[in-house]
């Protein structure tokens, strides 16, 4: 897929994000908006998956150890055609299939999260079960960077470099803010590509708004043996909204009507100038 495509994709999940958190009146728009390139590259070129068959056995696995940003996730399942674009706008609603956190009834959803650093203890379970049953099929686990203060993330981390578990692709997005304010400010886990190198991974730094950025690092970490991969993706939170963008108040929040509709005007935009550059 070539990347005025991807992006055509990835500002449809930033709206179907947007979309769902408005509708929810709560939600987690600014993390989930930082990683739809990286939710659109992985699940519209990167993963091996079916949305007609969710579950078939030699699909590539995804676990969002984020889990609070699961409005990106549904944004990308739906757009990918797991489920109706439509069914965004009752995210967190009485009834709905679509909580706050993901779940594994969902389709495509592999793995239940939302208790930070868990998410990455599964996805590395997941590694060396397909490693003990010979299986090819890859793992991918997105984590938020404030995760990384959770000590889980590091045991699972010792174990996977310790097994060599190379079917594994761990991606943090680094955005630097976290409910608290900017990350080194309330616990830094900084330098995280020295702390991962230190647990046995092979560490590729990365523009997390590149698509050939990304197409370059993921095939690099697909190429690497003998050790799982960390992808850390430089990424801006509320990417493409503009007054979400670097601003650690809609880490957790919904816009209200006004500021749902200069979101969806400011997506809409790039729509335009995507439109523009395809004519071109």
Avoid at 136 to 141: E, G, H, K, M, P
Avoid at 144 to 156: T, Y
Avoid at 232 to 240: D, P, Q, R, V
């Amino acid at each position: 897929m070539n990347n005025l495509e991807l992006q055509k994709h990835a500002n449809e999940v930033r709206k179907g994000i947007v979309t769902a958190v408005h509708s929810a009146k709560a939600g987690h728009p600014g993390g989930a908006l930082s990683a739809a390139d990286v939710f659109t590259f992985l699940y519209f070129e990167e993963m091996n998956i079916d949305p007609g068959n969710p579950d078939k056995p030699d699909r590539d696995r995804f676990v969002l150890s984020k889990g609070h940003t699961a409005p990106g996730l549904y944004s990308v399942l739906a757009n990918r055609g797991f489920f109706p674009v439509e069914d965004l706008k009752t995210l967190r609603h009485l009834g709905s299939y679509l909580q706050g956190h993901p779940c594994i009834h969902i389709p495509g959803v592999d793995m239940s999260s939302g208790s930070l650093g868990q998410g990455i203890s599964a996805a590395v379970g997941m590694a060396l079960g397909a490693k003990m049953n010979q299986e090819s099929f890859r793992i991918y686990t997105l984590l938020g960077d404030g995760e990384l203060e959770e000590g889980q993330v590091w045991e699972a981390s010792m174990f996977a470099g310790h097994r060599k578990l190379d079917n594994l692709c761990v991606i943090v997005d680094n955005n630097n803010l976290q409910i608290d304010g900017p990350i080194d400010q309330v616990c830094s886990p900084y330098p995280i590509d020295r702390k991962f190198e230190a647990f046995n991974f092979h560490v590729i730094n990365v523009d997390a708004h590149d698509f050939d950025a990304l197409r370059a690092a993921f095939g690099e970490a697909r190429q690497t043996k003998g050790m799982p991969s960390c992808i850390i993706l430089h990424s801006l939170k509320g990417k493409g909204v503009s007054f979400m963008e670097n601003s650690i108040d809609w880490h957790g929040k919904a816009p209200n009507d006004e500021e749902y509709a200069v979101a969806m005007a400011d997506l809409e935009k790039i729509d335009a100038e995507l439109e523009k550059a395809g004519e071109a």
